[in-house]
């Protein structure tokens, strides 16, 4: 089993940069995706970016896409959000997930092996 732990939330204006981490301990060995998903007050959860066990295969949404990079350290088992040109609509809580099967099972975000407790990001105008 996988536990994961965020950090680098905060408080940053409009057109900021904040760059996100999350740090996975346990049953590192075994090849898994990792990914962000985010969830704002009142809204749905919404899957953010992901990325495959080589650091190569990513996926994004839409929303993020051109502004947030993905990637990941698997000798320092730490996966990054890099986010740029933040905007108020991406405030939210970030999750850091993982899960041992593909890429597209990770994105549709149902049953994961591992979620990590969420880290606070808001986007000030």
């Known amino acids: 089993q996988v536990q994961l732990v965020e950090s680098g939330g905060g408080l940053v204006q409009t057109g900021g940069s904040l760059r996100l981490s999350c740090t996975a301990s346990?049953?590192?060995?075994?090849?898994?995706?990792m990914g962000w998903f985010r969830q704002a007050p009142g809204a749905e959860r919404e899957f953010v970016a992901a990325?495959?066990?080589?650091?190569?295969?990513?996926i994004y949404s839409d929303s993020v896409k051109g502004r947030f990079t993905i990637s990941r350290d698997n000798v320092k088992n730490t996966m990054y959000l890099q986010m740029n040109s933040l905007k108020p609509e991406d405030t939210a809580v970030y999750y850091c997930?993982?899960?041992?099967?593909?890429?597209?099972?990770?994105?549709?975000?149902?049953?994961?092996?591992?979620w990590g407790q969420g880290t606070l990001v808001t986007v000030s105008t």
């Open positions: 997930v993982a899960d041992a099967r593909s890429l597209g099972t990770l994105v549709r975000g149902n049953t994961l092996d591992a």
């Open positions: 346990g049953r590192t060995f075994s090849p898994f995706s």
């Open positions: 990325i495959g066990w080589n650091g190569v295969n990513t």
